[in-house]
């Protein structure tokens, strides 16, 4: 008996389902928008945010429902998407939500999520609809502060940035490799000698997020950072605040636009050992350096250079050693046409007295692609050959 109701029961609505369908030729039907804060409401991602392919960009539970009369479409959508238990719910209530499709634009697919294409895309909200945008080839955007660690009197306050939250307290004789997060990719070591010469309320940057974003898509949080960019995120850490990061690239290829070389040569009475140090920790400073296209950038933070008496210099102190790494990084970007980055000058000695040789430096790349600098050394002491050389992302399509 039971059997049979249930028969019945599934033959009837099939039967009101079709009947629904054919009266809606004949029956009004309206257009509904959604604003946009009712578009964030049934968003799962935000305004700018970044995409990828498969993700899923409407939340159906929370759909805005309208009555079936006038939109018997929409049902029609349920049934043609095999929403069967939807299109009962809709009959039972008389209201029906408006389909995920219509919300949707741009690089989507037929089910309302994100088209298959390679890379990171973003959503915008535009003309009532979340249109989804592809990729350009280079994507850049600028280190922004997003965790940092603030002296107190007494230790230091884990802060986020963007919200002004305290993530937690650490106490001075606490600072370690152990009550650092290793997430921040900063050593304890290095937070707890920045404490001991840091005045109180300064903030060291344990990561970024990377805002200003060449394309329009708004910023991308550290954790996304991780997820999504990782390599962008281990280079982002590197260096300081504004710092230009290379976010995605594609269809290129790394050639070399442009390399020099020099010797680091003797000046015993600055030392040569020291100037040889320094000389390297110039090279690794600016070793692997990436320049968006007019965009400038400076060497990575947290590279320590050896300093010597020096009265020319307003600090009382320079790192000599510095200028024959410095002269063949100039020249290499020079030669493409760049102008001479600020901090040097254009003779012998290349680093300008109180500039510091990594972030105190700045080179603008006036080119239309991306560069990349290498640096690297060959043999030891005086007789060491410092090199330099330029790689540009040149476009393959």
Sequence with gaps: MKSLWQRKSFIFVILLI????VI???TLSQSNTLSSSELKEVSNFDDGATVFAGDTLINTNNLKKFPIICNINYLQSQFYENDYVGCILSILTGTVPIPSTELVSGNVTDNGKVA???????????????????????????????TVAVKTDDGIDIQNKRTNETIKHIKAEDISNDTIDKEYLVPGDTIKNWYSTAKLGAAYTLEWAVAGINDGRHYISPDELRKNFPEAYEYSCKYPSNSPVMLYATNY???TVSETSTSLGSHPQYNDNNRAYNAKQFVKAWNGTVIPPHTSACGKEGIAFSAVPE?????GAAAHGVCPPARTLR?????LGISLPVGMDSGENAVLFDYHPSTGIRITNSLDY??????WTSGEGTGMTISSAAKGYISTI
């Excluded at 009265?311 to 600090?315: A, D, F, L, M, R």
């Excluded at 020249?331 to 030669?335: G, S």
């Design 370 to 375: 991306p560069i990349k600098l290498f640096m």
């Design 253 to 255: 290829t790394l050639d």
């Design 24 to 26: 809606s030729q004949f």
């Design 331 to 335: 020249n290499t970007v020079m030669a």
């Design 116 to 146: 298959d294409f390679k890379g990171p895309g973003y959503v915008e909200i535009k003309n009532s609809t979340l249109f989804v945008h592809t990729p350009k080839q280079f994507i850049w955007g600028f280190n922004d502060p997003y």
């Design 18 to 21: 079709v009947i629904l369908i």
């Design 311 to 315: 009265p020319g210099s307003q600090s």
